[in-house]
Each structure stands twice: as C-alpha cells, then as structure tokens.
C-alpha cells in the first residue's frame, strides 16, 4: 500500500480504490436481477450547496441536474429500461418565486439537454400547474421523442403522488362520461386496473426500485400508486454528490432482496 501511495500519492490512491471498488461492484451484479424501472428521489440539491457554502441555492440545482446525464448513463450501462426522476413536487411550486424563477429554468435547459442526447423523454405531473414556458418545453420533449428507442426518461415536474391519483380518476370518469355511461355505471365497474390505465405513467411497468438521496426516509408522496411493491433504497449522498458506487451499492441491495409483492 505504501509503494501505491508513493507512487501514485494520496489522492491517485484513492482514486484508483474507488475504481477497484466500483469494479467489484459491476462484476457482483453480473448475474444478478436489474430493476426494470427505477424511480429516483433527486433530494438534497439546496443542502449540498449550503454545506459548501453557497447562498444561491441555484449552485445545487445545476448541480443537481448534471448528474442526472450521468445518471442515465450508468442506467443505460447497467440494462435499465425506464427512469422516474422526480424534480419538482407540486408542494415545491409554494417555494419562494426566487428560487423558482432560477429553478424552472434549469430545469427547462436539462429536458432540452436530453432531448439533444436522444433520450424519450416523457413528461409526469400535473403541466397545468406550471408555468406556460415550463410546460411548453416538457411538451415539446415529449412529441420530439416520442419514437425514440432505447431508455425512457420520465421527468416528474410538477408531481404529486395524490395530484396524480385525482387526475386519474378525474380522466376515467371524463372518459366514461363521454361514452355515454352515468356516475351510477362508473361506480359499478370502476376497477384498479381502469385507473392505473389513466396515470401518468399508464403502460410502463411500475417501478422495481425507488432511490432516494439526502438520507431522508420517507416516501413523500413519490408514485404512491405505483411504488405499492417497489424495493425502497435510502442513500445519504446528497443528490450532487450521488457517486456511480451510491447507484451500484442500491442495484446490489435490490439484487439481495427476496421479493413478495405484499406478501
């Protein structure tokens, strides 16, 4: 170890530890099972940036929204088929106009920057709800992608968990309705599976895995209906400091666990 260290010094010594160790990681989920679609709570971006000392709290959400690329990436590498990146709650619209008025933007500028990587990117949450430059943009990346193979991006701008139940019963019954078939016929036949095709997320698989970053455990209202099975992994890194080991320790602590689906 001392040879290594004089070597390559203190910080090239680290550095190649975490890359041995990073490794280890990939070669143990060799043969394990992959979560099809993982569900990711980007939490910590203002934290991250006070512990560095940054008033602006924009500092972290730029941050916040590089890593997501690297994110997809590894996502990509390691046979994940979908991605639910929760950004902006509909409880974080009361946030100060400030702080909205320099996170929306970034925001916009990071569904752009997927569309450019060729990503589908497909909206989640309520648009309405948003301002008409932020809903326009999510959009646009939705009908530009839409025919795009390969990962699907679902970006959750504007989400609640409860919002979205609401708007899928709301939709059903708008649905039925124009069918001809009154409140009483709803009520008769209305089933799990007639809402569930009225989610946001109406024809992916739900999520396998949810990841949420900052230590905080709890689910916060993150695909309530969907996340009824999901395996829940709680990582301390603030979400800028999400490191591909923080992603490959989660795949490793699904891969061990024996699921039941409620049981």
Not at 124 to 144: F, I, N, Q, W
Not at 232 to 256: G, I, M, T
Request: contains cysteine; aromatic residues 8%; charged residues 25%.
């Amino acid at each position: 170890m001392r040879a290594v260290v004089r070597k390559f010094g203190f910080m090239g010594y680290k550095g190649l530890a975490y890359r041995l160790y990073e490794r280890r990681l990939e070669s143990s989920l060799a043969s394990k099972p992959i979560p099809k679609h993982i569900g990711v709570m980007c939490d910590g971006n203002r934290r991250w940036a006070r512990s560095f000392g940054h008033s602006d709290v924009a500092t972290g959400h730029q941050a916040g929204a590089d890593k997501i690329f690297e994110l997809l990436k590894w996502c990509r590498e390691t046979g994940v088929e979908v991605v639910t990146l929760w950004l902006l709650s509909t409880d974080n619209l009361n946030r100060s106009m400030d702080e909205l008025e320099k996170l929306l933007p970034i925001i916009e500028d990071t569904v752009i920057g997927l569309v450019e990587e060729g990503w589908h990117v497909k909206p989640v949450g309520a648009l309405d709800l948003l301002p008409d430059s932020t809903a326009r943009v999510l959009k646009k990346a939705a009908d530009a992608t839409m025919d795009n193979p390969g990962l699907t991006v679902n970006v959750a701008v504007g989400y609640g968990g409860r919002q979205e139940i609401a708007d899928a019963v709301r939709s059903l019954l708008v649905d039925r309705a124009s069918e001809g078939a009154t409140i009483h016929d709803v009520a008769e036949t209305i089933t799990v599976e007639s809402i569930a095709e009225h989610l946001y997320t109406a024809g992916q698989p739900d999520p396998d895995l949810v990841i949420r970053t900052s230590g905080e455990q709890r689910i916060g209202g993150f695909l309530l209906w969907q996340s009824t099975h999901s395996e829940l992994h709680f990582c301390d890194a603030y979400w800028p400091a999400f490191r591909k080991v923080d992603f490959l320790r989660a795949l490793r602590s699904y891969s061990e666990r024996n699921r039941r689906f409620g049981a």
